[in-house]
């Protein structure tokens, strides 16, 4: 039986710039029984059309992002401290070269639209609504180009509905 708690989005009381930015998330998404997720720490929760909404930027050479395009759901989900080598190995190898769920010993539930881990604390099921890629043209704060893109390595932003919280 899960552990997980089905909350409202305006139940979390995490703080969103310490439990992306410093906890990081992974971002999971599936092909049919076969998932894959990847470490994201840029991003955000919100509103957008007066929906609660998850804001995510993946970067196209991502496994993830070819199985982000294909499915309309995605999750995200956090983790305990005890899991921060498990984030960063999926921060830092591809699901190209390994099941990275069998290597970080997180567990694949798929009882949702979208894949995410019994390991986690806190998940979000996020549909797409909106997806965009950044690009030169429209970047304000140019100082980012360098530090940030290639020319060839622009970030997809995903807005998204968050249809589900499941909570432990
Ligand atoms: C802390 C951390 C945060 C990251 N945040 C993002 C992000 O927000 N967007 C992104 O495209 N990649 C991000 N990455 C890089 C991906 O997680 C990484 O390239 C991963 O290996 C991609 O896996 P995949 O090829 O299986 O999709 C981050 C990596 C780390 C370690």
């Known amino acids: 039986m899960s552990d997980f708690k089905k909350i409202n989005p305006s ?9 992306i ?6 971002v999971a998404a599936k092909n049919g029984d076969y998932c894959n997720m990847m470490t994201a720490s840029w991003g955000g ?5 007066n929906k609660p ?3 995510t930027f993946i970067r ?7 199985l982000m395009e ?4 995605y999750s995200l989900s956090f983790y305990d401290e005890e899991y921060r080598e498990a984030l960063k190995f999926c921060g830092t190898q591809s699901g190209r070269d390994f099941d990275k ?15 995410y881990f019994k390991e986690a604390k806190l998940v979000m099921i996020c549909r797409k609504m909106y997806a965009q890629d950044l690009n030169e043209q429209s970047i304000i704060d140019t100082k980012m180009l360098g530090p940030q893109y290639n ?11 968050i249809i589900k919280v499941l909570k432990k």
Not at 101 to 115: I, Q, S
């Open 101 to 115: 769920a069998a290597e970080c010993n997180l567990t694949p539930c798929f009882d949702e639209k979208a894949p």
């Open 53 to 55: 909404a998850a804001f």
């Open 151 to 161: 020319g060839d390595d622009y970030h997809k932003m995903y807005i998204s509905e």
């Open 70 to 73: 294909k499915e309309d759901y």
């Open 11 to 19: 139940e979390i009381t995490d703080n969103p710039f310490d439990l």
């Open 60 to 66: 196209p050479q991502r496994f993830t992002f070819g």
């Open 45 to 49: 929760v919100g509103i957008m059309w």
């Open 21 to 26: 930015g410093k906890d990081w998330a992974l």
